[in-house]
């Protein structure tokens, strides 16, 4: 791996963060590893220069955060001014919108197969994916999850997305999140009683990476499990 810059975004490049917060940084590879490592609160995200210089002019969501929000660490030659220079928004995010509705459904109808934590996280994932989208659209992207409560009409998603670190049951976890996907117009009637399956197919024809990581990952942590 060829480290050319380190890179702070989230909370604490923002200065908002708050207990149980993570700390996630970016490590830009010029080679081509790719790869995600959490441990305890740390999140640690590789990602080859190649492909985030290509996110950044394909307008990618993850990439606006970090032009917008970041600070280089360490960045002798100035990768996250490249980025800053080469990102260009889109006019829509539709897909995006779309994928995260997607699993968000699943989630409400499904949820209950995933471990706790995953659940939130997940759930999380959605809410704040649509809101960010819809506020790139605006042409004003939003990212810091206080700013992103009051971009819905969601009284429950609001109040989740201020005290996220809570722990919540899983139940509650999936009626928030239909509650924010009915307020935001995103119901589905083809969804609302689709099988399994037919997520999992859907999933795999909008190449929806995190609900198709998300689940494959639930899966093999069942199969490691020996009771």
């Known amino acids: 791996m060829a480290i050319a810059a ?48 290509q996110d950044a002019h394909s307008g990618d969501l993850f990439v606006c955060h970090l032009v917008r929000e970041a600070r280089a660490l360490i960045d002798p030659d100035g990768y996250l001014e490249k980025l800053r220079d080469a990102f260009q ?40 994916t649509i809101l960010i989208a819809r506020s790139a659209e605006r042409r004003d992207p939003v990212f810091a999850p206080h700013q992103l409560a009051e971009e819905t009409q969601s009284v429950a998603a609001r ?12 139940a509650t976890v999936r009626q928030v999140l239909r509650l924010f996907l009915e307020a935001e117009g995103l119901s589905d009637a083809a969804l609302l009683n689709a099988s399994r399956e037919t997520f999992l197919q859907r999933f795999s024809a909008t190449a929806n990476k995190v609900a198709l990581q998300t689940l494959h990952q639930e899966d093999d942590s069942r199969a490691g499990y020996v009771g």
């Open 89 to 128: 928004l889109r006019a829509s995010y539709a897909d995006e919108i779309g994928r995260a509705a997607d699993f968000g459904w699943y989630l409400v109808l499904y949820g209950d197969e995933l471990n706790a934590l995953l659940l939130t996280k997940r759930a999380l994932w959605c809410i704040r």
């Open 159 to 170: 109040e989740f997305l201020s005290h996220r670190h809570h722990p919540r049951d899983d």
């Open 6 to 53: 380190t890179i702070l975004f989230g909370s604490l490049a923002r200065g908002d963060q708050s207990e149980g917060s993570d700390t996630d940084l970016l490590i830009i590879d010029l080679d081509d590893d790719t790869r995600h490592v959490s441990v305890g609160h740390l999140s640690l995200f590789v990602y080859p220069w190649r492909q985030l210089a």
